[in-house]
Nanobody, 127 residues
Framework: QVQLVESGGGLVQAGGSLRLSCAAS????????MGWFRQAPGKEREFVAA????????YYADSVAGRFTISRADAKNTVYLQMNSLKPEDTAVYYC????????????????????WGKGTLVTVSA
């Protein structure tokens, strides 16, 4: 069993930055590909970014590439999402997900079916 707890959300002006964190319980964190997804009001959940468990390769949605950076600290069982140059359209609840023995690209190809999900953290970007 893995529990994921997101933190770091909040209110920021357009052009600002936030760093989200996702703390995972369990001793097999290193075997999970990790990802971030988001769901804006009235919209379906969408993929944001993911990172491999083994080689650290990353994958990004076109809408955030060049602005967001995903990273992981396996010693801390934590994955991060650094968000820069935020736009009002980035406003959403951001969810952390873990997928056992998966890959970043595989996580990018679907928005459900992950092994574990966090409860989400709200990011609001004002114009």
């Amino acid at each position: 069993q893995v529990q994921l707890v997101e933190s770091g959300g909040g209110l920021v002006q357009a052009g600002g930055s936030l760093r989200l964190s996702c703390a995972a319980s369990g001793r097999t964190f290193v075997r999970y590909a990790m990802g971030w997804f988001r769901q804006a009001p009235g919209k379906e959940r969408e993929f944001v970014a993911a990172i491999n468990a083994d080689d650290g390769n990353t994958y990004y949605a076109d809408s955030v590439a060049g602005r967001f950076t995903i990273s992981r600290a396996d010693a801390k069982n934590t994955v991060y999402l650094q968000m820069n140059s935020l736009k009002p359209e980035d406003t959403a609840v951001y969810y952390c997900a873990a997928d056992f023995l998966s890959s970043a690209q595989a996580m990018a190809d679907r928005t459900d079916g992950m092994d574990y999900w966090g409860k989400g953290t709200l990011v609001t970007v004002s114009a």
